[in-house]
Each structure stands twice: as C-alpha cells, then as structure tokens.
Nanobody, 115 residues
Framework: VQLQASGGGLVQAGGSLRLSCVASGSFPTNALMGWYRHTPGQQRELVAR???????TYGDSVEDRCTISRDNRKNTVYLEMNSLKPEDTAVYYC??????????WGQGTQVTVSS
C-alpha cells in the first residue's frame, strides 16, 4: 500500500488549504483513513480520521476548523483546513490503518502558516 499526499504549502494566517491523499495497492475497503501532524519536539497528533462509512473524529486542536472527507471510489481522503493559525505549521501525514492489524503512513506534506 502506498499513500501519496499533496496540497501542502505556505499560507497566511486565516487562510485555507486542502490536503489530498491517494491510497494505492490492496487494502480492505473498511480501512480507517486519517491525517496526523508532527512538529519538531512534539508527538505526532491526530488531526482527523474517517471511517469508510463516513464517521469522523477530530483532534482537539483543529476541531471546527477542519473537515475531513473521503471518496472510497477514488481511495482518496481530503482535509479541508480553514482559519489557519501559525501553530498549525507542521508536516501533515496521511494514514491508512486498522487498529491491531495494519498501519500505513504517507510521506508527509509540509504546511506552513505565516503570521
């Protein structure tokens, strides 16, 4: 399984970005997909995750500012981020997993929010 993330970049505070992640290879259709982020010196944290049925969970730091969605036909997960803050600056990673069974990470995409 390979995960290809895209959509990161430099944006001013208050701006928006849309991240995309395409999964390729063979995996169960009921796999969870999600976005995590990492900044130096911090643990990787959940941004948002979504089940194949569309149930979503958001991390506390981004709730109400992000929307995760998924197109199962395209094996793609999206993350729409609004009202971005400098503290949202991080490398964002796509994840495809089933707890205790399998776990795949994408290569990460840098998001930088300038003040």
């Amino acid at each position: 399984v390979q995960l290809q993330a895209s959509g990161g970049g430099l944006v001013q505070a208050g701006g928006s970005l849309r991240l995309s992640c395409v999964a390729s290879g063979s995996f169960p259709t009921n796999a969870l997909m999600g976005w995590y982020r990492h900044t130096p010196g911090q643990q990787r944290e959940l941004v948002a995750r979504i089940t194949s049925g569309g149930t979503t969970t958001y991390g506390d730091s981004v709730e109400d500012r992000c929307t995760i969605s998924r197109d199962n036909r395209k094996n793609t997960v999206y993350l729409e981020m609004n009202s971005l803050k400098p503290e949202d600056t991080a490398v964002y990673y796509c994840r495809l997993y089933s707890p205790g069974r399998y776990n795949y990470w994408g290569q990460g995409t840098q998001v930088t929010v300038s003040s």
